[in-house]
């Protein structure tokens, strides 16, 4: 049975934290482009410190031109001589097709936000690896709002460690995990943002067809559920101590969620979790 995390396990971002390290970003999609934003942002490193490639290098370029970055174009490597630490971010189902490239990897500390792709098939990849490390970060990362959980394959160092903590810090919280528990994470966590989006948008949908302007019922979906979130982090109760001391017997409130039971709201989120952990799993061997 997969050991139970304590609150303490949760790390929260430390300003103070700065690394002279230059790390290099093996692709510069949305969730590569955030960290190195944050990066920069949070001044945990210099412009000059970062390295970045895409696939055709034309988003490295553009990255690079905003920030003052460092672009290696699609030479992966220029990359790997560049940096100290390495982030694979391109798209999981490109790895093998990254395969040779990424074995030229040594002695590196190698952050993996790979969805579904395990430690032991990275390591199979990148045998000179010097420490591997899977991790999961979502979207709210883009504002410093984000929970990133990460596994490592090795006994991580003092410096390592601080490293690591300073890249995924700058987006948020963060947490060490068993690698048993990174798919159903995933399902959670990083994927879960989605599923809040299309709550807005349903909630949002839902008080137009009521009669609400497109406008008050947008912001109305937007506030209720920030105002929604920010309470159930801040309050010590339950989410559903939270939710009973909304509903009056007979209410308004009542009448809502006995239709969101009625439709087994339940058990539509369980199933939404567990496709996308069933999807993790299945690209881990694909």
């Known amino acids: ?23 290099g970003f093996w692709g510069s999609g949305n969730m590569a482009s955030a960290m190195m934003r944050r990066l920069l942002n949070k001044q945990v490193v210099k412009p000059q410190q970062l390295y970045c490639i ?19 174009g699609n030479s992966s490597s220029d990359l790997i001589a560049a940096s100290d630490i390495l982030v694979l971010a391109f798209k999981p189902q490109q790895l093998e097709t990254q395969a040779a490239q990424i074995a030229e990897i040594n002695n590196r500390l190698v952050l993996s936000i790979l969805a579904g792709t395990s430690l032991e098939k990275l390591k199979k990849h990148i045998p000179n690896a010097g ?14 709002e984000g929970l990133t959980a990460y596994c490592s394959r ?49 909630l949002a949908e839902a008080g137009e067809k ?7 019922a947008l912001k109305s979906a937007k506030q209720t559920v920030l105002g929604a979130a920010a309470l159930a982090k ?22 809502g969620l006995q239709a969101m039971a009625d439709g087994n709201f339940r058990d539509l989120i369980h199933q939404t979790v567990r496709e996308a952990k069933l999807r993790s799993i299945e690209m881990g061997k694909e």
């Open 54 to 72: 895409s696939e055709f290098g034309r988003g490295a370029g553009a990255f690079a031109k905003e920030t003052g970055a460092n672009t290696c």
């Open 210 to 216: 009521e009669g609400l302007t497109p406008y008050l």
């Open 154 to 202: 090795n006994q991580l160092e003092n410096s390592d460690r601080e490293a690591l903590m300073a890249i995924l810090g700058s987006l948020g919280e963060v947490i060490e995990i068993e690698e048993a528990l990174m798919d159903v994470h995933t399902a959670v966590s990083g994927s879960g943002p989605a599923y809040v989006f299309e709550m807005i948008a349903a």
């Open 1 to 23: 049975m997969a050991k139970q995390l304590h609150p303490s396990c949760i790390i929260p971002f430390e300003r103070s934290m700065r690394i002279s390290s230059k790390i």
């Open 234 to 255: 801040q309050a010590d109760d339950p989410p559903e101590e939270l939710r009973n001391q909304v509903t009056s017997k007979g209410g308004t409130t009542a009448a």
């Open 131 to 144: 420490i591997l490390v899977r991790t999961m970060p979502n979207t709210p990362g883009r504002i410093g």
